[in-house]
């Protein structure tokens, strides 16, 4: 049932929420078994915040444009209410109709590869492009690059294990700024909320929650992009799996996954084959700003070492452009050039026609 929280009935949903012991799907159960959330408070008999603390806390989010939604209310994202611990409440920064939009997740490595990278970036645009809303966790590698891409096309929304007014990894403010322009920034923790590696699970179910489908591009057997993929196949939603070379360990979870059935994705034509393509939206809600326009800013001081393994970690088995490259490392091309000379000597890159180079052995 769709209704509306007074203030008192809210901070009541926020002191029960931080009230220990009581996750989504108890505090689903207590209220559906007192009625009410201060009900609930009195019955539980435990301590929760005090009200005068959560008064506080939604003046300071109110002031920072940050909107607590409980999942009664109209705003809250329909498809994400449907699963069984959907958050009681969302705190949204942004738009927050945005996450009523026809969404798909993207997730991936964070350590991925510069074609994996470069992948998840082209199809994240397609499918912005088609009317879908990608929707990832603002981490390194495959989200940052998923956040990019859809920003290119259209809009894109960050779902955060943190408080949404944290930015975490700090390098990625500037695309958490460029997303909160058209989209949204969401987390179920309190603004100011700092990230633990406990978040980042229960941050994934929202991802999949979100969406419609769920996209792995690169990500190892242990990965949490496969636990999200097994959240979106609990949610009933569809999971997709970009394959990648068998010698490239980042490919195993993608791999695996279409091995048991997921749909593999070559192009954004895959996805649109199994969801169907949303109506697009008007074009004022296209973004003007092009990431492959923006200017690279070249380093020239980085460790020869440290940009070894930067070159290391972008590559895979297989074949780069060195122009990517020199785009990802943010290096000049003499200085790349040099570097690539040394690793082939080393035996740990391999040249290919084209000015294209290659990983040698397992990543």
Known sequence: MIASLSRDELIDWLRLIGTEGVGPITFKQLLAKHGSARAALAAVKKDAPEPDRIERELQTAAREGIRAVPSCEADYPDLLRQIDDAPPVLWVLGDVSVLNRPCIGMVGARNASLNGKKFAKKLAA??????????????????????????????????????????????????????????????????????QAGHFPRRNR?????????????????SGSLITARQALDQG???????????????????????????????????LEALGRPDKKD?????????????????????????????????????????????????????????????????TVERYPGNRVARVGKV
């Open 206 to 222: 929202i991802i999949s929650g979100l969406s419609k489908g769920v996209i792995v591009v690169e990500a190892t057997l242990k």
């Open 283 to 347: 074009s004022s809600l296209m973004s003007i700003e092009n990431s492959d326009s923006q200017d690279i800013e070249i380093y020239t001081d980085i460790d020869p070492d440290t940009l070894k393994g930067q070159i290391l970690q972008a590559l895979g088995p297989t074949p780069v452009a060195v122009d990517e490259l020199v785009r990802q490392c943010q290096v000049s091309a003499p200085s790349l050039t040099t570097l690539l000379l040394e690793m082939e000597l080393e035996g």
């Open 237 to 271: 939603r569809e999971v997709f799996a970009v394959p990648g070379s068998p010698l490239d360990p980042r490919s195993e979870g993608p791999n695996s996954l279409i091995r048991d059935g997921a749909v593999l994705v070559r192009s954004v034509e895959d996805v």
């Open 126 to 195: 397609d499918l912005a492009d088609a009317g879908f809303m990608v929707v990832s966790g603002l981490a390194r590698g495959i989200d940052g690059a998923a956040h990019e891409g859809a920003l290119s096309k259209g809009l894109t929304a960050a779902v955060v294990a943190s408080g949404v007014d944290v930015v975490y990894p700090p390098e990625h403010r500037t695309l958490y700024q460029k997303i909160l322009k058209s989209g949204a920034v969401v987390s179920e923790l309190s603004p100011a909320t700092e990230p």
